[in-house]
């Protein structure tokens, strides 16, 4: 049985790829996940697998070539496969089948195609997938019209998550006939946006010549004999195979889930195990959209220990109307995601939060002596960017801080890696870019870069990429205002940091008052993993090398 294989799932956010290098031929034997082709997008080359075994028939694309997922690359005869028995009473001449003179079937010779034609064809658009846990946005805007020709990778609308604002590109080429959203309407992964006028490939009909043909009496006279035995075989072959497919189902409880080396390699890098996702390929096989559908399952219903979480009771509001005037406006997605995740993060999480002041006094004037110079590299030097090289040192020296609870299996993930999130204030709400190896970079160099994500974040540019991965997280309302405050630790990470706004205050030293510049801090932490005397140490380091910094040199 012939069956296309399509360019699989390549990863987050990459939609197309280059071909480098075709690795099979036509007529060359596969194995399953045997690399067949080697390709490149912008974030890296890979070499891409077969899922099923078979003989190459046919390759409809050749290096160089652009191409989506989802595109048909081979045409592969697949092995263990057997086409239906068909019969045709009229085309059929003796022949012996098991011993039994049966009609035999006419011999033909089959003309294969040289070349897909091309024919005018609808092409419907749809919005593809936005990127991990994303399961629908906001329509921003409409960056084409009805009658406009559009190419493949041409962005086409530009949508806003609760994650990102990001621009979607089209993978189909052709005329814009119709427009299926409008601005502001809300749209889920495989909605059809637009239709268009295109061109589709499409392959001849293999033609059949006759080379015998016999008398419709000979024919009549062996027909059922031949339709008895052929039946017996068919029946033979489907029963094997509902064998060897009751048999795989049976054993995948006990062997490694079936699933390609990218899919089981993507699956661990989100934290997933391959094992407990079902999958909807033959015999249980896992695909990429297998593996990202369980997941959005897992963020949508998140699975939470009774002894943690609220027992799901809410009161109807009251109709406010009857005491005066209101009015009322939707969410956006931003503040709808960011209050489910609160919500959970509040309810699965005990929060303590330790509070402490710090002497920044010699620090700022650190900070406006040196202000320019990281002004003219393209940065501006901030108490923030200071405070995230601070705390890349202090996870090192506390690594409990940054680390993860995995309550069903009883463990704690401690990272290696040190991303600091910071907390952005928009119109759309909270956003959380990250300062991805803070620990390998100056403070110039973040100084920069937070300049750059804060920047991104206020235009609606940032990228989903640009707010996964932290390890801790700053809340910094010190430019605002305020004494303190108890920030919600994001799950899930283990602890955040609250800045409040700095002020004068008497110091008693040396006998004397003395102003000093005083700045408040609150560090708000998961008690199932942090203790008070931990929090308590960790806060004390922290305050100790913000008043003398060269404690990074000695112990960071």
Avoid: C
Wanted: no cysteine; hydrophobic share 40%.
């Amino acid at each position: 049985m012939t069956k296309e294989f399509k360019l699989p799932n390549m990863g987050e956010n990459i939609v197309s790829a280059e071909i480098i290098k075709i690795l099979v031929a036509v007529g060359d034997k596969v194995e399953k996940e045997q690399s067949v082709l080697e390709i490149s997008s912008d974030k890296a080359t890979l070499e891409v697998p077969v899922d099923f075994s078979g003989t190459i028939k046919s390759i409809s694309i050749k290096e160089g070539d652009s191409v989506a997922e989802g595109q048909t690359i081979f045409v592969i005869d697949e092995e263990g496969v057997s086409e239906p028995v068909k019969i045709d009473a009229k085309k059929t001449e003796t022949q012996e089948v098991k011993g039994v003179k049966v009609a035999e079937t006419k011999q033909t010779k089959t003309v294969e195609p040289i070349a897909a034609e091309q024919k005018v064809a609808k092409i419907s658009f749809n919005l593809p997938n936005m990127g991990e846990n994303i399961a629908s946005a906001e329509i921003i805007k409409i960056l084409v019209a009805v009658g406009d020709k559009v190419e493949k990778e041409q962005s086409v609308l530009e949508i806003s998550s609760d994650k990102a604002t990001l621009e979607i590109p089209s993978n189909v080429s052709g005329t814009v006939t119709e427009i299926n959203v409008k601005e502001g309407d809300s749209v889920t992964e495989g909605q059809q946006i637009l239709a268009l006028d295109g061109f589709e490939s499409v392959t001849p009909q293999k033609v059949e010549t006759p080379i015998k043909q016999k008398s419709e009496e000979l024919v009549q006279e062996k027909k059922s004999k031949f339709v008895e035995n052929a039946e017996i075989i068919t029946n033979a072959i489907v029963q094997q195979k509902n064998i060897q497919n009751t048999t795989s189902q049976i054993s995948r409880t006990k062997d490694v889930a079936p699933a390609a080396p990218s899919v089981r390699r993507f699956a661990r890098e989100i934290g997933l195990d391959i094992n407990n996702i079902p999958g909807s390929g033959e015999n249980g096989r896992i695909s990429m959209e297998d593996v990202k559908d369980y997941s959005k399952n897992l963020n949508t219903n998140p699975v939470v220990n009774n002894n943690s979480s609220s027992n799901g009771y809410t009161e109807n509001l009251p109709d406010f109307s009857k005491w005066g005037e209101v009015s009322s406006e939707p969410m956006n997605n931003i503040r709808f995601k960011t209050a489910q995740h609160l919500h959970f993060a509040w309810n699965i999480i005990p929060h303590v939060t330790h509070f402490e002041k710090v002497d920044i006094t010699d620090l700022e004037k650190l900070r406006k002596q040196y202000a320019k110079k990281v002004e003219a590299m393209g940065g501006k030097l901030t108490m923030t960017s200071i405070l995230i090289k601070i705390m890349s040192s202090a996870l090192k020296v506390f690594p409990k801080f940054n680390a993860s609870i995995d309550m069903d299996k009883k463990e704690v993930i401690y990272k290696k890696y040190f991303h600091i999130g910071l907390a952005v204030d928009t119109d759309r709400g909270l956003l959380v870019p990250v300062i991805k190896d803070a620990d390998k970079k100056n403070v110039t160099q973040i100084s920069i870069e937070v300049s750059q994500v804060a920047e991104k974040a206020k235009a609606k540019k940032i990228t989903v990429d640009d707010m996964q991965g932290a390890t801790f997280t700053i809340s910094n309302l010190g430019g605002i205002g305020g004494v303190n405050f108890t920030p919600v630790v994001n799950h899930p990470e283990v602890a955040i940091l609250g800045v409040s706004k700095s002020s004068y205050e008497p110091v008693y030293i040396d006998e004397v008052f003395q102003p000093r510049l005083i700045m408040p801090l609150s560090l708000s932490y998961d008690h199932r993993l942090i203790d008070g005397a931990d929090a308590a140490r960790f806060m004390k380091w922290v305050k100790d090398a913000i008043e003398n910094p060269f404690l990074i040199m000695l112990e960071g």
